[in-house]
């Protein structure tokens, strides 16, 4: 049982480039979710996914694309990269509404 | 909307001193509220929870007791390690459905 991974754990971008950051999970938990932390400003919302083909918008979601095909992966696109993007990026997960979210080690992503 | 407001740091403090560092919360209906610490270099780990008002959340030492009447969350423990060094978030999740809104974290250092 490997919980969350997110690949890569480190990324440098070109402005204008696109990526996706990857995230997988072994718990069959419904609910996924992307977070960016900055600093002085916690983790803020991007994308979530309550259940495969099942995506919505959080708090901070321009710039970002979601897809959720099947219930272990969860995909973060960017899709031109943007300084503003800096940022370390986490993926989450939980089984059920009461339970803890599980989170991933995180991808620091630089955009020069 | 759901906000979290966390006391500012950086908390620095000498091994065996006692640790609070203050939560309050706006929030509607009845949230679940949780403390999640990262270490460095890691994600966030779930420190422990409260689910309703007056549940006392406990875990390595840790504690913390939802009180509605002050919408407060606070974190405590009687004797820092410096192993205890980390990020503090606290969190809120709304009565229904799936998100999270953190505060800003707080960092303590403990020193031997």
């Known amino acids: 049982n490997a919980g969350v991974t997110q690949t890569p754990k480190f990324q440098v971008l070109k402005t204008g480039q696109s990526m996706t950051l990857q995230c997988a999970q072994d718990?069959?938990?419904?609910?996924m979710s992307w977070y960016r932390q900055d600093p002085g400003m916690g983790l803020r919302l991007i994308h979530y996914?309550?259940?495969?083909?099942?995506?919505d918008q959080g708090e901070v979601p321009n710039g970002y694309n979601v897809s959720r095909s099947t219930t272990e992966d969860f995909p973060l696109r960017l899709l031109s990269a943007a300084p503003s993007q800096t940022s370390v990026y986490f993926c989450a997960s939980r089984i059920d509404t009461v339970g803890g979210y599980t989170f991933g080690s995180g991808t620091r992503l630089t955009v020069v | 909307g759901d906000s979290v407001t966390q006391m500012e740091g950086p908390v620095t403090l000498s091994e065996e001193a006692c640790l609070t560092i203050n939560c309050t919360y706006t929030a509607t209906g009845y949230p679940s509220l949780f403390w999640y610490v990262q270490y460095p270099g890691e994600g966030l780990q779930l420190l422990l929870k409260?689910?309703?008002?007056?549940d006392k959340g406990s875990n390595k030492g840790f504690e913390a007791t939802y009180r509605k009447e002050t919408t407060s969350f606070h974190l405590e423990k009687g004797s820092v390690q410096v192993s205890d060094s980390a990020v503090y978030f606290c969190?809120?999740?709304?009565?229904?459905?799936?998100?999270?809104?953190f505060g800003e974290g707080t960092q303590l250092t403990v020193n031997p």
């Open positions: 969190a809120l999740k709304e009565t229904s459905g799936s998100r999270l809104t």
């Open positions: 409260a689910t309703k008002a007056d």
């Open positions: 718990m069959n938990h419904e609910y």
């Open positions: 996914s309550v259940g495969a083909g099942i995506t």
